[in-house]
């Protein structure tokens, strides 16, 4: 009589998708990186995303659940570098205020805020890296 | 007690820097509990009623001698981007116009309304009705609409001119807008083209900016005119700038960023000339002060001495939408030819607490404030927490007199149209 085994394959994806959904996304980034985060977004985002990082009807979009904060690191790091001019469109809401570069920021503390983002309001993201942070700065200097 | 009020004199609440519950003046008026007038708090004898709820993002409206309420939408609904409820009544609404925007307007038998970079007109019946929904003429195209500040608000004079605002694409006129460490551009050369107000003919088709006459600059945005045909004068409400604190920490403490600028109520005149992106409204200081962007510090005045000041100092950043000269016999004789100013609410007193979402009463006497403004209709915020947090139910944003001398206000945020009366 053959025993029923589950294929060997299907117990190492099964592992592989429980691993890959611990981490890192639900990993808490470290304590000192999200108060180190918080301190900057209260003096550098909040005016405009708010306390509650939900935004401002027609002006400035909501940070909390969207594809602009949790999609790829390389596209939030970006918009923080060199800003946004034209307005966006969120769930069929179009927000219009700019946004302005944050080029006095360095790589810590844009890599810290936006781990802070991330992580904040509902939101649970890889955490961004200081390392992120030069690539893309790299990126844009050469023009890309 | 009396107050006398000079031509230039503004007013600053009794309690000053802070924002009050209910500002120095009017000590007769009793406010309703909670729960009445569809959860506004009013001056004694008014009442509210809801004439219409969440219809969208309703920016300003207009009602015809029918009582026919208008209403211009920031976000199209099926397609359309007016409203119109036949006799003020939600039950019967139609709508047209394939276009989103803020202005709307009646005068000697057209509709008016505008999108975010044109404005068009309907020729209207006998009966008040638009002829042809489908076929606008078009008065005036490609003004300026880079997402910011772009609502183009008008208002008409009594001699075939329309006033439309071309707000500045822009905070203060830096090289990168909003920018830490950007300096202002100056001469701003946004200035050519928006930051101020334009006077157009009204039976003149396809003008652009080069065809209208520049009416009036230093006028970062506004959202609220309103002809005063009691004096024959066009008057505006400037939003002030943003982001003191964020782009200048060293001068500008947290508070400081809550209470600076002021919102002004501005009398404008041909030639007018405000100082945006130069200079802003200090309150407290009570002076026209250099902007940080030009070398101020909060204590420079330099070049912004000479520029007017207004007519009265509104709180900071509370967003006035809407501006409405009362000419109806409805309300108490105070009120005749007075301002109602809808205030949309602020978001930019952040961490401090939010404030607005009122409309505000300054009375009028000969063209000029006759007393202290006063906080008319409150309640639209839902909640002293919610207010705060600048979570809120409604955001009023425009204001309109019905033919019996009611007062209509729209909110932005649902949809909501109130009616307001008054009964001895």
Known sequence: MRRRLIPVNVVIASLLFILLSLEPDQIKPPKAVMDRGETIYAKECLGCHQADGLGVQGLNPPLAKTKWVLGPRAQMIHIVLKGLTDPIEIDGDTYNNPMPPHLHLNDQEISDVLTYVRNSFGNNAKPITPADVKKVRAAIAKGK | MTVVVLATTHFLCACAGELPDQPAGDTTTTHSSPGDNAGLTLPSGFSATVVAENLGGVRHIVVDSNGDIYAKLSKLKDGKGILELKGGDAGRISSFGNYPGTGIAIKNGYLYASSNTSIFRYKL???????????????????????????????????????VNIGAPSNSCQVQDRAVGSKGQDPCPLLDYAGGIWQFKTDKLNQTINDGVHYATGIRNTVGLDWNSSVNELYVMQHGRDDLHRMFEQYYTVKDNAELPAEEFLLVKKGSDFGWPYCYFDPKQDKK?????????????????????????????????????YTGDQFPEKYKNGAFIAFHGSWNRAPEPQAGYFVAFVPMKDGKPGGNWEIFADGFAGGDDKKASGRVDYRPCGLAQGPDGALYVSDDRKGNIWKITYKK
Do not use: W
């Open chain 2, 125 to 163: 019946d006998a009966g008040n009705q638009v002829i042809d929904p489908d076929k606008p003429e078009t008065i005036v195209k490609d003004l300026t609409d880079r997402g910011q500040h772009n609502s183009k608000s008008i208002t008409l004079d009594n001699a075939g001119n329309i006033y």
């Open chain 2, 289 to 325: 002060m250099l902007a940080p962007e030009y070398g101020g510090d909060g204590k420079i005045q330099g070049r912004c001495g000479e520029i007017e000041k207004p007519l009265v100092a509104f709180p900071a950043h509370l967003a006035p939408n809407a501006l409405l000269f």
